[in-house]
């Protein structure tokens, strides 16, 4: 008999979406966070001489102490906080680092608070721990930005975990240092975790990015190379656990993940050995894609009603065409040939929207534009008959 857990576990719509559109000719790509930048050469040929070099048996399931190094660099460098590399388990991608954190926090019955909206995955990684979901609802009226005292509502003596994202998928919103400091009180006088996806870190437009550890020592902080350096398939992360947790992760990877790869783990020192600076070209580039495809949509005569601060994503509220949100991403998909998530799948105050994604060309985004545009002008001709 198929457990509860895997009944429980909900599809990733964006991921459904992609596979319905790579059936499909010529579709514009906006469902998923794929950045459109080659991965930095310096990280490929680092990759390309340690597969030359033999580097394919295992490493310790921590990662190699040189990689582990280099990590504790980068928050020394970028942030001004010192991390021990004991405190670093390098994993294949962030999703697994975000399984290991609530492997190692979560016993079943245990409330972890998520904002809503929220990463589709989020859930069902709780769910994966026997965990139960409560949620501090967010609105486009604040930018989709929490505020402190929904958290102070939502948070109770039985919350084991806060889950933050910052800056955040679905919505693009960043938190502030001052936020990110008074949520970590709100977890301690709790007595709860802070477990903070920073993967989308490096992509903030306006402001400054906060790691948690700026604040606490006793979190869980996830990231990973995906997003900032290109590197979505090459699957490389890591955690940086609380002191007092490090040996429990480090058996739970030992017996479920083994290690990441090792020739991608040259590659990932090589990323943060060569800086990135390369990044400010980047997030140029992705603010001029966000203020255009802002301006589109409100143009379309969809609301918007905030501008993300980070990452590549905009919610769209679509409550006032036909249907629900799965049938606007259809019409878009089938009619205009362009792929686009459905919110309810990222929470229930995302459930009237669509998630665009805006890792794609300039050239791509503007063709996107011109055929949803053209689709709805086709609805209304139609309605008006």
Known sequence: MVSERATRTTPFAAMDVLERANRMDDVVHLEVGEPDFDTPAAVTDAAVAALRAGETGYTSSKGKPELREAIAAYYDRRYGVDVSPERIVVTSGSSPALLLAFAALVDPGDEVVLTDPYYACYPNFVRQTGGRISTVPLSADDGFRPRVDAFERTVSADTEALLLNSPANPTGAVLSGST?????????????????????????????????????????????????????????????????????????????????????????????????????????????????????????????????????????????????????????LEEAGVAMTPGPDFGTNAEECLRISYANSAERLAEASERVQRALESVEITAAD
Request: proline fraction near 3%; include cysteine; aromatic fraction near 14%.
């Open 180 to 332: 990110l400091d008074e949520l970590v009180s709100v977890a301690d006088r709790a007595d709860a975790t802070v477990v903070s996806d920073e993967v989308y870190h490096g992509l903030t437009y306006e402001g400054e990015d906060h790691t948690v550890l700026e604040y606490t020592d006793d979190a869980f902080v996830v990231d990973g190379f995906s997003k900032r350096f290109a590197m979505t398939g090459w699957r490389l992360g890591w955690m940086v656990a609380p002191e007092e947790y490090v040996g429990h992760v480090n058996r739970i990877a030992q017996n479920t993940l083994i290690c990441a790869p090792n020739f991608v783990q040259s590659g990932g020192i090589a990323a943060l050995e060569s800086g990135d600076d390369f990044l400010d070209d980047v997030r140029d580039t992705y603010r001029e894609r966000r203020d255009f495809l802002v301006s589109e949509v409100e143009d379309w005569g969809l609301s918007v009603g905030y501008t993300p601060g980070g990452a590549y994503y905009l919610l769209v509220d679509v409550g006032d065409l036909p249907g629900d949100a799965f049938d606007a991403a259809d019409f878009f």
